[in-house]
Every structure is written in C-alpha cells, then in structure tokens.
C-alpha cells in the first residue's frame, strides 16, 4: 500500500493537464482491474526491478507497485513527470524516474547505473508508434532480461505469436521466437483505453531462451529472413537468389521451391548457418 492516498488517475490526467499526444502514440490505460492483470502476469515482483516503458500518468505504475515491484520508469513526455513523482512520494524509495527517450536508452545499463537490484524486467503498454522498434533492440540484448510483459497492437501481438503458414508469420515471429518463448495473454478493447484507440490491442509475454532455438548468427539471421520474407510469393530460389539462390537452400537442408511462410525458425536458423559458408557471406 502507498504511504499516502493518491488521487484517481482521471482527477491526476485533468489536474496536470495530459490529455495524450497522437504524436507520442499514447493511450493511457486507466482500468485498474486491467492494470492489475498485466502487473500479475509481469513475474515475480518483488524480486529485483521492473522496468516501465511510456508510463503517462502512471496506471500501470500503481499496479506494479501495488503488486511489490521496484520500478524504474522510463517517460519522454515531460508533462507526465510531475503525476510520476508524486506516485513515487507515495512509494518511497520504489520509484526511480528517468525522462528520456527509450529508444536511445539501454534500460538495463540504466538499472545497473542507478544501481538497481537485477534480475530485470520490461513491464509496459508500449506506444505503438515505436513499439516494435523497442522490441527488437531489447531482443538484441534479451539475456539481460528475467521477461518482457508488453501491451502491442492486437495485430503486432499476433505477429510476434505466428506460426509457419499462416498470414501473420513474418520477420517479426522468426526474431522473437528465435530467442524466446512468446506467448500471448489477453487481448483488450479500444475502450480500456483514453483516449481509445481504433484497434484492439493485446498483452505479450516473452520468455528468453536458455539459448536461441537453433544455432545462428543473428546478422545473418536477419538477412535471410529480410530477403525472403521480402518476396514472400516467390520460391526461395528466387527470393534468396541474392545470397545464393538455390545452392545456399541446398547447403541448408531446405526446399528452394518452398516460400518463406512455410519454414520453422530452425529452418531460417539454418539458412543463416549455411550463408557463413557461402563465399560472399
């Protein structure tokens, strides 16, 4: 429980005036039963620290707390800052604020030099506008992360969670699955939300893997994956002609005349194993 009473977050949004920017791609989330949900799905919380991504007027903040984490919040609208400080008046000791941009921040080296107890944790409703962005900088650091709970557009959620033949699997599936166990929780409607947004949106668990699902070079990874996913109609004789066609699908144990969509994450993995012994790797 806070050390004192805070205010009803619609009374906070009004008092300092943070009614959200498009621009910032918010939406705060105000339900506190929702709130609630994501901070239990988030792990164990009284163990080390939970990151925030894009606080706001801090409704997911107060569900964290409430719920024993420590948390260092991340904000880069300014305007909020005044609501968070007074969350962690009513938290002492519990709430650390940073304001800046956290696509140019790297949250675990922020923990670690504000001496922050690990393991770490990302717990956030991400602004779509840079969300996915976010993820794949974190992904490229992701050992450093006990899990990641984050809220994404429904469809950027059924992207992360696609398997092989379908519609959603892409680029976006093979990086988060490569290097974690990704599981979607719940989904939620426009109307959790002020203001509401146009489309559903959904909360994401990630996992890290012990180790990656299959051995690969993460460059090269990519680079696979960019290419056929970037011609996902054609055969991947075609669309990986640039980085050796048919023969490099050979070397790999994969069907050239298969497409993109229909390949596991170790048949990419493999892909990208195969390109390193390709001469112009």
Same mark, same amino acid.
């Given at each position: 429980?806070?050390?004192?009473e805070?205010?009803p ?21 105000l ?6 949900k994501?901070a239990?799905?988030?792990g ?13 007027p ?5 569900a ?11 904000e880069?609208?300014? *305007?909020?800052? +005044?609501?968070l400080e007074?969350i =962690?008046? &009513?938290? !002492?000791?519990?709430l @650390?604020?940073?304001?800046?941009? /956290? ?6 080296a922020?923990?670690?030099?504000r ?7 990302i ?5 779509y ?5 976010l993820?794949?900088?974190w ?5 450093r992360?006990?899990?990641?709970t984050?809220m ?7 992207r ?9 699997y ?5 990086a ?6 990704v599981?979607?929780?719940?989904a939620l409607p ?5 203001p509401?947004p146009?489309v559903?949106?959904?909360?994401? *668990?990630?996992v +890290?893997?012990?180790?990656?699902? =299959?051995p &690969?070079? !993460?460059?090269?990874? @990519?680079?696979?994956?960019?290419? /056929? ?11 990986l ?16 005349t ?6 596991t ?5 493999a892909?990208?194993?195969a ?7």
């Open positions: 429980m806070p050390d004192t805070l205010p977050l619609r009374e906070v949004i009004a008092r300092h005036g943070l009614a959200a920017k498009h621009g910032l791609g918010q939406h705060f989330l339900d506190l039963n929702l709130t609630g994501i239990r799905a988030a164990n919380l009284p163990a080390g620290t939970t990151i925030e991504i894009g606080p706001g801090g409704g997911l903040t107060r964290l707390l409430a719920a024993g984490a420590r948390v260092l919040a991340i880069l609208d300014r *305007r909020c800052l +005044p609501a007074e =962690a008046a &009513a938290y !002492p000791g519990r @650390e604020i940073a304001a800046g941009d /956290a696509l140019k921040l790297d949250p675990a922020e923990c670690a030099a001496g922050l107890p690990a393991p770490y944790r717990a956030a409703n991400l602004p506008n840079v969300a996915t962005p993820l794949l900088g992904l490229s650091n992701i050992a992360y006990e899990s990641l984050l994404f557009q429904k469809e950027v959620a059924e992360l969670v696609a398997k092989p033949r379908s519609k959603a892409g680029r976006l599936a093979v988060a699955q490569w290097r974690c166990t599981e979607l929780l719940f426009p109307g959790a939300f002020v509401p146009k559903e949106s959904a909360v994401v *668990r990630l +890290p893997r012990a180790a990656p699902l =299959a &690969a070079d !993460p460059v090269l990874l @990519e680079r696979v994956t960019a290419a /056929a996913f970037g011609k996902r109609r054609k055969m991947l004789r075609q669309a002609k640039a980085l050796g066609g048919e023969a490099l699908c050979r070397t790999a144990g994969v069907e050239p298969a497409r993109a969509e229909e390949l994450v170790e048949q990419f993995a892909l990208a194993r390109l390193a012994e390709m001469p112009t790797a």
